[in-house]
C-alpha cells in the first residue's frame, strides 16, 4: 500500500518561500498523479495543484499558479511544493495525494492514498 508523509510546513512571514516534501513510499508512482491539496480551519480542501509522474505536466488552482510550483524527483519517489511569496490566506494544513486512476485532477475523492498533512503558517 503507498504510504505518503509530508514534511516542512512551518510558521514564515508573509512574502517568505518554502518548500514542502512529499515522501512516497510501498509504491511506484509512473502511473499516477500526485495532487497536493491544503485545509484550513472551518473550510473545505481545497485543491493546490497536481502533476502528472511520467511527463511532469502540471495544472494548479486559480489562487496559486502564479507563486506556486509542483516537482518531483523520479530518484528519490518524493513530490515538492515550491511556495512563493506566500500569503496569510496560504495558512492550511497541506496534504500530498495520490491519483492512480489519472481522474480529474482537483477532485479530491479521486485521489486513493493520503498523507497526514503538514502545517504552513503565514504571519508577521
Known amino acids: 500500500q503507498v504510504r505518503l508523509v509530508e514534511s516542512g510546513g512551518r510558521l514564515v512571514q508573509p512574502g517568505d518561500s518554502l518548500i514542502l516534501t512529499c515522501s512516497v513510499q510501498g509504491g511506484t508512482l509512473s502511473m499516477y498523479v500526485m495532487g497536493w491539496f491544503r485545509q484550513a480551519p472551518g473550510k473545505e480542501r481545497e485543491f493546490v495543484g497536481a502533476i502528472r509522474w511520467t511527463d511532469v505536466a502540471t495544472i494548479y488552482a486559480d489562487s496559486t499558479k502564479d507563486r506556486f510550483t509542483i516537482s518531483r524527483d523520479n530518484v528519490e519517489n518524493q513530490l515538492y511544493l515550491l511556495m512563493n511569496s506566500v500569503k496569510p490566506e496560504d495558512t492550511a494544513v497541506y496534504y500530498c495525494?495520490?491519483?492512480?486512476?489519472?481522474?480529474?485532477?482537483?477532485?479530491?475523492?479521486?485521489?486513493?492514498?493520503w498523507g497526514h498533512g503538514t502545517q504552513v503558517t503565514v504571519s508577521s
Open positions: 495525494a495520490a491519483n492512480p486512476g489519472r481522474l480529474v485532477w482537483p477532485t479530491p475523492q479521486n485521489y486513493a492514498y
